[in-house]
């Protein structure tokens, strides 16, 4: 299936139904009355979070979408059908905008939650509805209420617990591939990972969700590269891991790199806990790897994120310290999980 986390739709509440005008006229009843019924309300447009959606390829395809027009009220005062509700399926971790991109409309976090995105219109009265005592037989009715129509925006965010980070060949999805049954493409060249990954980590009878995005290049707030779009699939995490190359020349020039495309990026990247890992520990000499440790060490000094004085070392093809770096995340989840569980760290889902 292929993966889509950008899309814009159209959307209209259905319109009420026109109230009758209508008069009761049967043998035996001299004086019927007015019996026109009242028109039907239109349907709404809500999204929901539904299970077994991970991508809103959906709505790459179809970008209108338009809810149940309310039936016309009739005589002997029945009142018109309400118009369908129409439901957007989409997965959870769906954001919804605004036309200008930027007002949150609603955030749908869990399977389940619903956001009512446009209301139907009300239907119209008829004309029983006028009747009084110095006005016994009206000829008026009221049109249906208008739907709404809006333009809207859905970006998903993916719901992980730890998130990977690092310059692309820095070993992320290769270490995927070892903690967890994803089956990332892994490659001896850059940019092998298009889109985001998920894997399910288990540990100590315990288990995580991992993501794994495409690397970031120095500039990639700018675009360069594949840009820094993916990053929003992290904002929920509860950790990072920063994968640092043990190949590079200067891997805390390289963890800086990275760093600084999450200061730009902003929505509070850089403030989350970080623990920091040079890989591919396997290919690297004893005194090769106390040198990038050292430099790692030096540039991690002073960024406040880092849980740990000492960058672990790791190799995810013989799984040397691989343990250690999955203990270290599980120990923050956990702590962020007490502090702030799941459905308390977010706004309920936003109501016209």
């Known amino acids: 299936m292929k993966f889509l986390d950008q899309a814009k739709i159209q959307i209209r509440s259905g319109d009420g139904g026109n109230g009758c005008v209508a008069f009761r006229r049967e043998k035996f009843i001299e004086f019927g009355g007015p019996y026109g019924g009242n028109g039907g309300r239109g349907g709404d447009v809500a999204a929901q979070a539904v299970a077994g959606l991970n991508t809103l390829i959906d709505y790459r395809y179809r970008q209108h979408f338009k809810a149940g027009r309310g039936k016309n009220g009739m005589g002997k005062e029945r009142a018109g059908a309400a118009g369908a509700d129409l439901v957007l399926k989409v997965p959870a971790g769906t954001q919804i905008f605004d036309e200008d991109g930027e007002t949150l409309l609603a955030d749908l976090v869990a399977i389940g939650d619903r956001a009512v995105l446009a209301r139907g219109g009300n239907g119209g009265f008829g004309n029983a509805h006028f009747k009084s005592s110095t006005n016994r037989a009206p000829r008026r009715a009221n049109p249906g209420q208008p739907g709404e129509e809006r333009t809207i925006f859905l970006r998903l965010k993916l719901i992980a617990d730890a998130g990977l980070v690092g310059l692309p060949n820095a ?3 290769t270490f995927l591939a070892a903690v967890s049954a994803a089956k990332p493409k892994i490659a001896d060249y850059p940019f092998t990972t298009l889109v985001p990954q998920l894997g399910v980590v288990r540990i100590d009878g315990r288990e995580f ?3 794994d995005i495409p690397g970031l290049i120095e500039g990639a707030h700018e675009g360069s590269g594949l840009g820094d779009r993916f990053l929003g699939h992290i904002e929920r995490c509860r950790v990072l891991l ?3 190359d043990g190949l590079n020349e200067d891997a805390g020039a390289a963890y800086r790199a990275v760093r600084h495309e999450l200061e730009a990026y902003g929505h509070g990247l850089l403030d989350k806990p970080e623990i920091v890992a040079l890989t591919k520990a396997d290919a690297l000499a004893p ?3 106390e040198q990038q440790v050292a430099r790692l060490k030096r540039a991690m000094r ?3 994120a880092g849980t740990q004085a000492t960058p672990l070392v790791i190799s995810a093809v013989t799984g040397a310290g691989v343990e ?5 995340l599980l120990r923050i989840i956990d702590t962020a999980r007490a502090a702030a569980p799941d459905r308390a760290a977010h706004a309920p889902a936003w109501q016209p």
């Open 171 to 173: 070993g992320k999805s």
């Open 209 to 211: 969700v991992l993501a």
């Open 242 to 244: 920063h994968l640092v």
């Open 287 to 289: 005194d090769a790897i």
């Open 302 to 304: 002073g960024t406040g």
């Open 324 to 328: 250690d770096v999955l203990r270290a």
